[in-house]
């Protein structure tokens, strides 16, 4: 029923559209945030498997969770895989956290302070009862850094309830309805958590807006993770007469808009709308995977002490606050990119490494920006592992382009071969692809060849043919000109 939704014209004011986000974003700290394995999830083979179950606890106030008892119901298996760098007892449940990530909080309290949140004076961290499989501990550590904050949009002022700091779940890895498996490499990653008040009298397009606005502040530290699973989003959902729909894991911002009108549709379509958690599937639509939490699911972390905040810190975090992204757009501009690819860039997940490449003068900014927004998207798309890339790989490749070893054109196919295999040299792939650039010289040699050897052609095909022995090796524009 999910895959034969289609979006339809709807007045959202009308029905009184009413939306909320929790915006989830990796930090590339050095360590996890409860010990000091790696985070860099690139281990690929377990040293163990771990074979768990797991139960609900009562809350401080003594009552169960619904959605824990829905989960516990379904009396599940949930196996761990093991890796020796970036997983160890803590993460097994086999020993007690150790000191909070100081770089970790130290981010999470830019954030909120760039969020215009008031913080607290001291940080507590609680337990959050999850039982789903993705936490061996049958909790989740969460802590609450910044309160009552807010942004502005367009003229708006959308409310921020709370920025959050928290450790990753693991990543599933298969499951069936007796069973479930995980990789404890992502466990205890720690995760920037920005949740929203209710925000009303607005369009799907405009709550995606929001909430990219709200990623490029957490991306503005620097230490945000880069690669699709990194950034996660859950939205609340309600129409006029409805209840709360919780949908998580929204992976792409670019469909958040879609997945909030197809949640609408789908309401609409409905006699009564259920109080349900559902995830979001990769075409917008989604799918139910338990009744909606309740409150009865925190209580306090005990094996962690509290963190004072003083006053003379936190001075001198607002002191150092990094640039909002209204002036780094303008920055970005006085690079000489047009107005839309400024605004693309910014978005992007690059945009702190285009920043460094575009610094260094390496080549026109255009094309570094070009990069980032459409050839990594266009390889995507394709399936190409461009989350395996890594910064010192465009570096590389922007020095041979401004060095004229290889053309803007070669970008594309030697990314492509570098992402199935990022441990390749660079030079290696271009030589191995026959994409060494050309002069001009050389190609009026190859013009005269293939005219030689195709007297019979008409002019006009000369081109393709040309282009066929020269495609990648040099401007296409010079290519154009040249056989004119």
Known sequence: MAGEQKEKKVDYKKIRLKFGFEIHQQLATQHKLFCGCSTAMMEKNPIMVLTRKQHPVASELGEFDIAAQHEYLRNRTFYYQVFSNESCLVECDEEPPHELNKEALETALQVALLLNCSVPNEIHAMRKT???????????????????????????????????????????????????TFRLNR?????????????????????????????????????????????RQDVNVSVRGGERVEIKGVQELGILAKVISLEVERQLSLPKVAKEVRAALPDGTTKFTRPLPGAARMYPETDVEPVVILAEYLARLKKNLPESWEVRLRKIKRTGLSD????QIVKSEYVDLFERIAKERKVDASVV????????????????????????????????????????????????????????????????????????????????????????????????????????????????????
């Open 369 to 484: 920006a070009n990069t980032f927004t459409s050839i990594l998207k266009d390889l995507r798309r394709d399936q190409i592992p461009v989350d395996s890339l890594r910064d010192e790989h465009f570096h590389r490749i922007f020095d041979l382009l401004k060095r004229g070893t290889i053309a803007k054109e070669a970008i594309q196919p030697v990314l492509k071969e570098l992402a199935r295999e990022p441990g390749r040299d660079v030079t290696d792939i271009v030589r191995s692809l026959g994409l060494e650039a050309i002069t001009a010289t050389e190609l009026k040699r190859i013009i005269r060849d293939v005219r030689s050897r195709n007297p019979d052609v008409p002019r006009d095909k000369i081109l393709g043919l040309v282009m066929s022995r020269v495609r990648g090796r040099i401007d296409a524009k010079i290519v154009m000109k040249l056989v004119k």
């Open 130 to 180: 999850v039982i789903d499989g993705s936490n061996t501990t049958s909790f989740q550590r969460t802590m609450v850094v910044g309160l009552n904050g807010f942004l502005r949009h367009k003229g708006k002022k959308i409310e921020i309830k709370h920025v959050s700091l928290e450790e990753d779940a693991a990543a599933i890895v298969k499951e069936d309805e007796s069973s479930a």
């Open 187 to 231: 466990l205890g990653i720690p995760l920037i958590e920005v949740g929203t008040n209710i925000i009303t009298d607005c369009t799907p397009e405009e709550a995606q807006d929001i909430a990219y606005q709200i990623g490029m502040i957490v991306r503005s530290t620097g230490k945000a993770k880069k690669g699709l699973g990194t950034i």
């Open 340 to 343: 839309q690819l400024a605004e």
